[in-house]
């Protein structure tokens, strides 16, 4: 699995953004939201909702680390 940084773009609150995450994150985040029914967009929006000032990308990176931390649901 390569650990490059990948760069995508998404639609949050009606905007197009742009995020950079490793790959290996983006493998993650997709998982998680595999396992919630709901697209990895939408769970960014989430993220994105409850982050306050927090960069998107280091809020999306604690999200994926407190996840794998916690028990499954």
Wanted: charge should be positive; proline fraction near 4%.
């Amino acid at each position: 699995m390569s650990t490059g940084i990948a760069k995508r773009s998404v639609m949050i609150a009606g905007h197009r953004t742009s995020v950079s995450l490793e790959a290996p994150f983006w493998e993650a985040l997709r998982e998680i939201a595999e396992t919630r029914q709901q697209s990895v967009q939408a769970l960014i929006g989430e993220i994105d909702a409850e982050r306050g000032g927090q960069n998107l990308s280091s809020a999306i990176r604690v999200f994926v680390l407190a996840s794998v931390r916690s028990p499954p649901r």
